[in-house]
C-alpha cells in the first residue's frame, strides 16, 4: 500500500512545483522589471488628504512632449469619487499618468487603491488594485 503512495506523491510533488515556476515565468513574461534609462519621477503622496508638502513639482517641457496618441488604445477608468486611474504598463510600478501629457510615473513603495499626485499636472489619481503582479 506504502509504494503505491510513493508515485503519486512524487507526482504530486512535481505538478505543484511545476506550477510555481508556470505562474513565476507568467509574471516574468508580463511585468518587466529593468526600466530602460533612468526611472521616470515618483507619483506624489497623500498625507492627510493633500499632497505631500515636500512634494517637489515639476514642470512640463513642451519641447519634450510625447504624441497625443500616447494613451491610444488604452482606455483610462474612473474611481467612484470620479478621480482617474493610473494606465498600467509592463514595466513593475511604472504607470503612466491618466492626465495630458501623459508622462510614465514611479509608484515605488504606492499601495495599489492609493491616491497620488502627477507631480507635472498636479491633479489626483488613484493607483489600480490590479497592481498586484509588481
Keep these: ?19 510555481s515556476c508556470f505562474f513565476q515565468a507568467v509574471k516574468n513574461a508580463i511585468v ?7 526611472r521616470p519621477p515618483h507619483v ?14 515639476l514642470k512640463v517641457n513642451a519641447s519634450d512632449l510625447p504624441p497625443s496618441s500616447a494613451l491610444r488604445g488604452k482606455s483610462v ?4 469619487d470620479g478621480l482617474p486611474y493610473g494606465v498600467s504598463t509592463s514595466w513593475s ?4 499618468s491618466p492626465y495630458y501629457p501623459n508622462y510614465p510615473l ?12 502627477d507631480p507635472y ?6 493607483i489600480s488594485r490590479t497592481y498586484t503582479l509588481n
Design 93 to 96: 510600478d511604472i504607470v503612466i
Design 44 to 57: 506624489i503622496t497623500e498625507v492627510n488628504g493633500k499632497p505631500n508638502p515636500k512634494a517637489v513639482w
Design 77 to 80: 477608468g474612473y474611481a467612484p
Design 106 to 117: 514611479d509608484y515605488t513603495g504606492v499601495a495599489p487603491g492609493s491616491k497620488v499626485w
Design 1 to 19: 500500500m506504502k509504494k503505491k503512495l510513493i508515485p503519486v506523491s512524487i507526482m504530486l510533488l512535481s505538478s505543484l512545483a511545476l506550477s
Design 121 to 126: 499636472t498636479r491633479k489626483p489619481f488613484y
Design 32 to 38: 518587466r522589471s529593468d526600466y530602460p534609462g533612468d
